[in-house]
Each structure stands twice: as structure tokens, then as C-alpha cells.
């Protein structure tokens, strides 16, 4: 059996999600393999990062902090309470949390009328109408492709979009107003953010706070797999 199979995902998937984050952190390429971690010291770097993939683990931090979490039984890289303790005798650590990471290969199948782009009135109207913290983790802001289903009346249900990272990933947020959710708001239009970053040769990415189910059902509900998680604390010298 091909070591990189993974149900719902193509072969060649996450060999390539393996380059994007050996890129991303620094590894040589092929240094990510599963069931194996590596260390990256990073100068200047300002946190411990810890992202497992497919069972294969990378933990990013800078000097001094590296020896620490080298040290740690690796049950523990992803708690980032346990982190924060080992760090804090010459640190000062802020867990910043844990994230699903979920991705898709192939066009979602559905319905995707309806959908328009979003214009900076739906951007304003879309973050009076959700909390801070949920208008954070969604990531909108700054995302350059996004698009929305409003109501008859103009109003903005909900908005999804993507972000490339890597030059091989579409990083997709959704986010859906407050007075209008659980009616397939978020799947009409986060379905076509994906396609869309899938139209364009990308692997989507939908990473989730742990413990946001409704975002991970939603992932579920758009076919997405889960390979893996990221854990980062944030880092001050002290």
C-alpha cells in the first residue's frame, strides 16, 4: 500500500502539503516523513510552533526555547499549557492555542448560485453583525478572493474566501452573520471558495481553532480530511 494513501485524497496530496511545510519552516526537502519529528532553530523567530501532519511532526522555536521542547516527551509538543510551563523559567509564554488542519484535493459538488463578491459595505456589515474573536479566527480581512450570499435585501449572510499560501495552498475562512446560521449559508458559499482555490491548482486548507465544532462540522460537511493539528506560544524573552 502507498505510505502517502489517504482516504478522499489524491496520492500525490500530501507529499506536496509535506513540501509547503518544510518550506514553510525551514526543512530541507524530504526531511518530513511520517512518524518522525524534527527540530528547526529559528533566530529572532518569536514562538514555539508545533504542526503535525499525516504523523509526520515539525517543532519550530528559537534558540534556548528548541532545547527545551527537545527534552519534552512528545505527547506533550501539542499542549501548550505544558509548553508555556517548561518555557517560563526563561521566557515569558502566551499560548496562543491549537488549530485543526483539514484539507481538500477535488471540487465539492452542490449548488453555488447566488454567490457574488464581496464589497467593503458586506465586509462592514458582516463584522457588526459577529463577534471580534470570530471575525479574527475566520481571517477575512485581508484575503483577497472572497465572496458572499446576501438575503433578498442585501443583507450579508454569510462570506467565505481564500488566501494563497505557499503559492500551493488556498487558505479558505468562512464566516456567517449571527442571526442567520444553521440555514446553509456558510456551505453555499464556502463551497465556492473552495472550488474556487481548487480551480486554480491549489490544495485547500481549512484550519479551525480546537474546539470551534461548528467550523469543523462545517469542514466535514464540505468533505474536507483532517491530517493534523498546529500548536503555537507565543514568545517574549524575559
Request: proline share 4%; no cysteine; charged share 20%.
Amino acid at each position: 500500500m502507498d505510505s502517502n494513501a489517504i482516504p478522499h485524497l489524491e496520492a500525490s496530496t500530501l507529499p506536496a502539503l509535506f513540501e509547503v511545510w518544510e518550506d514553510a519552516t525551514g526543512l530541507a526537502r524530504g526531511a518530513l516523513t511520517r512518524g518522525n519529528t524534527r527540530f528547526v532553530e529559528r533566530l529572532g523567530f518569536d514562538a514555539a510552533v508545533t504542526v503535525t501532519l499525516a504523523g509526520a511532526r515539525v517543532v519550530v522555536a528559537p534558540h534556548g526555547a528548541l532545547a527545551v521542547l527537545e527534552a519534552m516527551p512528545a505527547a506533550l509538543l501539542h499542549d501548550t499549557a505544558a509548553i508555556e510551563e517548561a518555557l517560563s523559567r526563561t521566557w515569558i509564554p502566551e499560548a496562543v492555542g491549537t488549530a485543526e488542519l483539514w484539507y481538500r484535493d477535488s471540487p465539492v459538488g452542490g449548488p453555488d448560485d447566488r454567490v457574488s463578491r464581496v464589497t467593503e459595505t458586506d465586509a462592514a456589515a458582516m463584522r457588526q453583525a459577529v463577534s471580534a474573536e470570530e471575525w479574527d479566527e475566520a481571517d477575512l480581512a485581508d484575503m483577497e478572493y472572497r465572496w458572499v450570499v446576501r438575503d433578498p435585501g442585501g443583507t450579508p449572510l454569510a462570506i467565505a474566501g481564500f488566501t494563497v499560501w505557499m503559492d500551493r495552498v488556498g487558505q479558505i475562512g468562512v464566516i456567517t452573520h449571527g442571526d442567520h446560521r444553521g440555514q446553509g449559508h456558510a456551505e453555499r458559499v464556502g463551497r465556492f471558495a473552495v472550488n474556487s482555490a481548487i480551480s486554480m491548482g491549489l490544495i485547500a486548507q481549512w484550519r479551525t481553532r480546537v474546539g470551534n465544532d461548528a467550523s469543523s462540522k462545517l469542514a466535514r460537511t464540505l468533505g474536507f480530511t483532517q491530517l493534523g493539528l498546529q500548536s503555537t506560544v507565543a514568545l517574549e524573552e524575559d
